[in-house]
Every structure is written in structure tokens, then in C-alpha cells.
């Protein structure tokens, strides 16, 4: 989501979302290839109703969000206007986001703020919960009534940087994540940055703004929690070749609750034998066993990225735009993003989805994203992404022209699920704010998403079920 990835992207194909937008076209088949089915084995997801989209998309009037026939939105919160705490007014560049359960029937919302030093709106600094002030990144967190309106928004985290994603633990709170190596002394930093920080939304004060270091210094984008095991999954969104790592966290404290990781633990990198590169494996269903995880020799990277390490003679495992993570059923799952030549990879991709189960040490490649034959279709460049209770997914694409979230079926079939409708371009260069962070209520009743810039935070209610 980050101003460096928009550049990078500018110059590649932006073909299928645009077409896509200029033909006005809504729903689209077959744009995954392979099926879901084994992603929602043995979740509640899979025992849900609907197999296909919800219908073309009905152009809103007010300009900001189509949706399908009988969805309707309520804007919750926009970047500039003044957060209901009073500690200033809300941050620029909203990205991740979790939905968790609270008191009452509240739902409590997380949101990353992916703030550089240039952003236009820094999260404001807070007393106790600001790690580095000259840090303009961090969370709010709005809390949500019963009937979806909001009581409160306030800063949860401030004081860090370029906060692009994360990921919820099973014991209800998030834990936000640096997209970013700086140390300090660069770009005015007082402390170093790339860090991941575990942020309680219903009192940030008792999590306050302590790095978790044992879990790494790198670009991080998202991580997943095994919830048996405790152990937490993590993906590196590095911008430069070598490429990121998937790593695993193997926490001295697996039982969890708050605080918990900051006891320590050990990180390790993957290392899928024979395979340097992820993205040279082309066909869904391509199965690797006998997955290795080796320790990664300095988490802190005080000298050298965590990616440039030596990892011995085998080398270790690279990829990528490793975004997304998450966890269904007995496996994690983890994003690529793309992968181009070009740039550095060993091949060419639109978009990967990997399993991994660690019960069989099994890295099976579930979906490619995008054929290359139609144009007329659209899968580039997934980003964010979630499971829906449809018992499909919601994706967040990161490309060029229109911005969409498309819904994905267990058969593979894809669909415009909204579409952006906030022009932040000129008649010469369109462009449109991308979306991020879409997540569910925890009843799945209500869908919760982003527009990145100008950011807006929207609720979306419908017939999800039907």
C-alpha cells in the first residue's frame, strides 16, 4: 500500500483492471486457477451459502462506493476530521485492519496508519503509547455499538513507521507491523523501526508501545497465529532483490495473552528444498514436503538484513511481495503478491497463494492469480485479503486504474464485490484511492474496508448469506 510500491507499479501492465473498468464489466469467471475447497476445509466458512457473486455493481450517487443491489455503506471515519478522543485529528494512509469482539455486543476496529515521514496527517502523540515522536505511523481504534455506530476513536500506537499490516491473536488484540528497515539517525528517526507491536484495542495503555524484537527487524507486511500452537508466521514485503522470507516465530510463551510475546522466542526463516525462488513454481497444486525452518542468525539485523544473512550452503528460500498471511483450518496461508523479471525474480506471476501445513511440513501452491490469456479478466496483484462468510475471499487489489475488492468462490470464480468511486487523479492521469484492510465482524454480518487515500474507513452491510 505504500507510496514505493505505486511507483513500482506504475510501469507494468495495468491491462486487466483497467479494461475491466473501461468495459464496465462487474462479474468476471475463472480469473483463479484451481479451487478453494481444501482453503476452507474444516472451517465454519465452509459450512456457509454462496457459491457465486452478489451482481453487477449500482453506481453510487455520492460518489464514493458501489456496491451490489441490497448492499448498502455507512462511512465511519475520514482522514482529516477531528478523532473523538480530541487528541487531534485522524491519520492519513489507512491500511490493515482487524475486527474484534468486544463487551455488549461492541466491536472494536483496528487501523494501521502507513505513514512515512512525508505523510500529510501523522498519528498524534499520545503520552504511554508512543514509541519513536518523530515517527509520523501507528493505529486507531474506533469502537462500534450493537447497531454499528461509533462510540469512540483514539490513538492506539503512535510513534512508529510505515505500519502497512498485521494480524489478530486469538486472545483479541492486533498486533501491527513495520514496513520498514530504517534505523535510527535515517529520515529523523530517534530509535530504530521495522519492528512488530502488539496493540489492545480496548485499553492501548495496558499494551503501551514496546517493540516485540525477538520477532524481527525487517519489511514487515502481515503475520498469522497458529492458535494450537502458538507459533506466529510472518511474511517480509522487501521492495529489492534478494526478495523477502516467510518466517516463523516460535514464542518461549506459546499459551499467549497479552504481552506474551514479549517474553521472546526464536525466528526462523523457511527453506523449501531445491527452490530459491517461489516464484518459478507455475502450477496450482505443485507440492513441496519436507519444508525446512532454519534460525535466522541476527533477528535484530544490526549489521546486515535479515534476507542478506548467511543462511549456510542450501542458501534459503526467497519471494517476491510476500503480503497477505493468514490462518485457516490446520494451515497458514501467505500471499505473493507478483513477481516480475524485470525486477529481479526468477520468474513471472500475477499473484500466488501458498499453504502451508506445518502438521505434514507441506507448501502446496493453492492459487495463481491473473491468466496471462484474458485480459478481460481481473486477479492482479492481491494484497490484502480475508476470509468471507460466504465461505470465499475478499481481495484487495494493488495495481493501476479502478480500484476494486473482489470476491473469490470456493469454485475460483471471481467478482466485483466495490468498487472506488474517490478520483485522486487528473483528467490526463487517473487514479483512483486503493482499498486495504478488509476484514469481517466477528458475526459476519457486516464488512469492514478501506480506501487508502483519501482514507476512509467504510461498513458495508448486505446480504452476505444469501
Excluded at 487531534?88 to 455486543?105: I, Q, W, Y
Aim: charged fraction near 20%; aromatic fraction near 8%; glycine fraction near 12%.
Amino acid at each position: 500500500m505504500s507510496e514505493a510500491r505505486t511507483a513500482r507499479t506504475a510501469q507494468s501492465p495495468a491491462t486487466r483492471r483497467q479494461v475491466l473498468a473501461r468495459s464496465g464489466a462487474s462479474v468476471a469467471a475463472i480469473a483463479f486457477a484451481g479451487s478453494l475447497s481444501e482453503l476452507f476445509a474444516g472451517t465454519a466458512a465452509a459450512q456457509s451459502l454462496g457459491n457465486k457473486g452478489y451482481g453487477p455493481l449500482v453506481t453510487d450517487p455520492a460518489g464514493l462506493l458501489d456496491l451490489p443491489a441490497g448492499f448498502r455503506y455507512k462511512v465511519l471515519s475520514r482522514e482529516g476530521d477531528p478523532l473523538r478522543s480530541g487528541e487531534g485529528k485522524v491519520p492519513s494512509n489507512h491500511d490493515g485492519m482487524t475486527a474484534l469482539k468486544g463487551r455488549h455486543g461492541q466491536v472494536h476496529l483496528v487501523r494501521n496508519h502507513e505513514n512515512r515521514v512525508t505523510a500529510k496527517i501523522a498519528v498524534p502523540t499520545v503520552e504511554g503509547l508512543t514509541y519513536d515522536p518523530m515517527g509520523k505511523g501507528g493505529c486507531t481504534a474506533l469502537t462500534l455499538d450493537h447497531r454499528g455506530n461509533v462510540l469512540s476513536e483514539r490513538v492506539a500506537i503512535a510513534g512508529t513507521a510505515v505500519n502497512c499490516a498485521g494480524g489478530h491473536t486469538p486472545w483479541g488484540t492486533w498486533l501491527t507491523c513495520e514496513e520498514t528497515e530504517d534505523k535510527a539517525g535515517t529520515n529523523g528517526y530517534t530509535k530504530d523501526h521495522g519492528f512488530i507491536f502488539e496493540v489492545d484495542p480496548a485499553d492501548p495503555h495496558r499494551s503501551g508501545a514496546v517493540p516485540l524484537t525477538a520477532m524481527g527487524r525487517f519489511q514487515h507486511e502481515a503475520i498469522a497465529i497458529d492458535p494450537k500452537r502458538g507459533v506466529v508466521y510472518e511474511t517480509e514485503d522487501a521492495f529489492e532483490k534478494p526478495f523477502g522470507l516467510f518466517y516463523r516465530f516460535l514464542p518461549d510463551k506459546p499459551e499467549g495473552g497479552l504481552g506474551s510475546l514479549r517474553a521472546g522466542g526464536t525466528l526462523q526463516a523457511m527453506r523449501v528444498p531445491g527452490v530459491p525462488d517461489l516464484s518459478v513454481v507455475q502450477e496450482t497444486g505443485a507440492t513441496f514436503d519436507g519444508i525446512e525452518w532454519v534460525d535466522v542468525p541476527d533477528p535484530l539485523a544490526a549489521q546486515t538484513p535479515i534476507r542478506l544473512q548467511d543462511f549456510g550452503p542450501k542458501g534459503i528460500t526467497h519471494a517476491q511481495k510476500l503480503e497477505g498471511c493468514y490462518w485457516g483450518g490446520s494451515s497458514v496461508y501467505f500471499v505473493s503478491s507478483f513477481a516480475h523479471s524485470a525486477e529481479g525474480s526468477a520468474a513471472d506471476h500475477f499473484g500466488q497463494i501458498w499453504r502451508y501445513d506445518p502438521n505434514k511440513r507441506r507448501l502446496t501452491l493453492v492459487i495463481v492469480f491473473g491468466p496471462s490469456t484474458d485480459v478481460q479478466l481481473p486477479g492482479e496483484e492481491p494484497d490484502n485479503i480475508c476470509l468471507a462468510p460466504s465461505g470465499g475471499l475478499m481481495v484487495c487489489e494493488d495495481g493501476e486504474g479502478a480500484q476494486h475488492v473482489f470476491g473469490v468462490t470456493r469454485r475460483g470464480d471471481v467478482y466485483a464485490m466495490a468498487r472506488g468511486r474517490q478520483n485522486i487523479g487528473t483528467a490526463q492521469k487517473p487514479a483512483w484511492g486503493e482499498f486495504a484492510g478488509v476484514t469481517f465482524s466477528p458475526d459476519g454480518d457486516t464488512m469492514y474496508v478501506n480506501c487508502y487515500t483519501p482514507g476512509t474507513t467504510f461498513a458495508v452491510t448486505g446480504p452476505w448469506q444469501r
